[in-house]
């Protein structure tokens, strides 16, 4: 599942800002030391996972259920 993120992508703003899209609408800003640490973690682990979780959508449980489902295991 790691790799690009489905329907989710990020801008920096020039202030440092971080602003999360969900299909081309804004969906959260994550500003100072959220900022950075996003910027650090989106490419060391799962993109997908981190944008849903951020934004609120990790809550509605795609990401959680596909994430154990054996077709996303890798063998």
Do not use: C, W
């Amino acid at each position: 599942m790691s790799g690009t993120p489905e329907g989710f992508t990020y801008r920096r703003r020039k202030n440092g800002d971080v602003e999360l899209l969900h299909h081309g609408r804004p969906a959260a800003v994550l500003r100072g030391a959220a900022a950075a640490r996003f910027l650090i973690d989106v490419g060391s682990g799962d993109p997908q996972e981190l944008m849903a979780r951020i934004t609120g959508n990790y809550r509605r449980g795609n990401e959680r259920t596909a994430k154990n489902h054996p077709r996303n295991h890798r063998r």
